[in-house]
């Protein structure tokens, strides 16, 4: 384990689970044998978890706002170079946009609707359940739990209406073909989420597992 001590607790049947605190993620050594290629390209996670959705909190990032944030500071660095003929003028101006920015989200806050807010936390707070890497965190996770109870990545497309509930222990299974590009997930021996993407499609790539191991509830 990695972070924050993580703890036995005894259940009231008798029997004892791990307790994985925020902040910690667990290192599996697998020493497994390579599957079509250098890496296992195709595998199944299976996890007995038990998950508080209500406490899940905004802002855990997927692939989709790591681009979106590329991109941003691409076109930053593009307006730089244009602007230093006149660096002064620059930043003032880019004082005042940020100003602007910040009141414009000040004000949208204040507009947006209690209901609007919660329905929106349902679908951007995450949980991770894995990184198919056993060196260093990533920024991003192969896989979560998002607070509407869909497990998967990406289009969470819906393949049926099993999904985990909050604070109750749940069966999750996901299988994974990086040379297909496809995830599917099951949650209670039903599957919740098919998935096929071009970024999970890859031999050797992002989403095939190294031999040695994988992270658990990774999450920066």
Partial sequence: ?????????????????????????????LGLPAVKGLR?????????IMVDLDR?????ANDDDEAAAHDADTINAADDG???SDERASGEKAKDDEAKDEKEKAKEEDDGGKADDDADDKTKS???????????????EECYVRGDGR??????????DKIVKSSR??????????IAGTMNTYVGGEQ??????ARIKGKDGRYAVPPTGILLFASR
């Fill in 169 to 178: 222990w749940t069966r999750v299974v996901v299988v994974v073909d990086a």
């Fill in 126 to 140: 995450k949980v991770a359940l894995f990184q198919a890497t056993y060196r260093a965190v990533r920024k991003t």
């Fill in 192 to 197: 919740c989420c098919k998935i096929t993407h």
């Fill in 56 to 60: 899940l909190e905004d802002g855990v």
């Fill in 40 to 48: 296992i390209n195709q595998y199944t996670v299976t996890m007995d």
């Fill in 82 to 84: 244009k602007a230093k």
């Fill in 151 to 160: 497990v998967g990545n990406y289009t969470y497309a819906s393949a049926g």
């Fill in 1 to 29: 384990a990695v972070g924050p001590p993580v703890k036995l607790e005894k259940q009231r049947n008798g029997s004892s689970v791990l307790y994985v605190p925020g902040g910690t993620y667990l290192k599996c050594d």
